[in-house]
């Protein structure tokens, strides 16, 4: 299937809802992922850290100034415990995924934890901790840190500043200095949107993979928009596209990128198994070749809502990864065990 990827195209398979059409452009994907990446999904383990959060984002539920959520860190000791059952579980890696803070307490509590991991096991460590300077960019990556994750969220300058506050806290061009930031720090730099936004459109969205393209990212994290009832974007839920189209677009955003960029790591989000609990399975036979089963203590998952009704709230780390082993088992999708599985992409250009 001869698929073009020019911006009118990309536009008209983001407006496709035919099934058998899209049936064609996913098995397409996938056999691109095939050939490119392998067949094996790797696993990242999730510790969300801290739900504490300077941020005051439009779309969040762990905005600032959401009164009605319970603000918590886990200690070190927390993480050390996740990475450890990461490793022996066979994982390879872990993500450490918090609010965004600058404080300089919150910053060396970071290094440190990423120094203990590096001295007790052989992980692979992503961020997705937010903007910061690039002096600290700099040290977390001495420290161990060798994958970043920013979500820029909407690529559209128009788009961004309809989702965030116009303010210096919230600037889409310091944003876009960050990611910049981060490729000169020597990390495996990704990011990624949300799908489904109100005011968004198709035009946006593939402005969004071109923009990936452009910024040649080593791996991405994308999903569809889910609203949360705590949040200034909720008063636009009636704008809103199904559910099931929101996931539809998501799985076929990955498709596209994965044809666009065919080396790079995609995660299958959990926005995806909100909507649908095989909504993941659905990414990787689409192109996604990265699932991050959720580690973070059981006790206080709940309060780490950016959107409502979060899948595996409740559930131990143990639960978590079993449920999601078994669903690959099933599938007959190998998991690369103990393995970093690093963007490839990334590897090519250095």
């Known amino acids: 299937m001869d698929i073009r990827l020019d911006r009118p195209s990309l536009i008209s398979w983001l407006e496709e809802e035919r099934p058998d059409r899209l049936a064609e452009l996913y098995e397409a994907a996938y056999n691109t992922k095939l050939s490119t990446v392998g067949d094996k999904v790797y696993l990242r383990g ?82 997705s901790l937010g903007e910061q300077s690039k002096d600290v960019y700099r040290e977390w990556f001495e420290a161990g840190a060798h994958r970043y994750l920013l979500r820029i969220e909407s690529s559209d300058k128009q788009l961004y500043e309809r989702i965030h506050p116009v303010d210096p806290l919230h600037s889409y061009r310091t944003r876009i200095q960050a990611l910049k930031d981060l490729r000169d720090c020597g990390y495996q730099v990704g990011t990624g949107v949300m799908i489904g936004l109100p005011f968004q459109n198709a035009w946006n969205l593939a402005d969004d993979l071109l923009f990936f393209k452009k910024m040649d990212i080593d791996m991405c994290g994308m999903g569809p928009y889910l609203e949360h009832s705590g949040t200034p974007l909720y008063s636009y839920r009636h704008l809103l596209l199904p559910k099931e189209r929101r996931l539809e677009l998501s799985v076929t955003m990955v498709a596209l990128l994965r044809l666009l960029m065919p080396d790079i790591n995609i995660a299958a989000t959990t926005a995806m198994q909100a909507i649908d609990p095989f909504g993941r399975e659905k990414a990787i036979m689409a192109g996604a070749n990265v699932l991050m089963p959720n580690l973070t203590l059981a006790e206080v998952r709940d309060e780490y809502q950016i959107y409502q009704n979060k899948p595996g709230a409740g559930e131990d780390a143990a639960i978590s990864s079993s449920i999601t082993e078994r669903r690959l088992r099933e599938m007959k999708i190998p998991i690369g065990r103990d393995q970093w599985g690093d963007s490839i992409h990334f590897s090519r250009r250095h």
């Open 46 to 127: 999730l510790v969300e850290i801290s739900n504490i959060c300077r941020k005051n984002c439009l779309y969040c539920g762990i905005r600032r100034d959401n009164r009605n959520t319970g603000r918590y860190e886990i200690s070190v000791d927390n993480v050390l415990d996740a990475a450890e059952f990461a490793f022996r579980d066979g994982y390879g890696s872990l993500v450490i995924q918090g609010g965004e803070r600058m404080d300089r307490a919150f910053i060396d509590k970071i290094t440190h934890i990423l120094k203990e991991i590096k001295k007790r096991w052989p992980l692979g460590i992503t961020l």
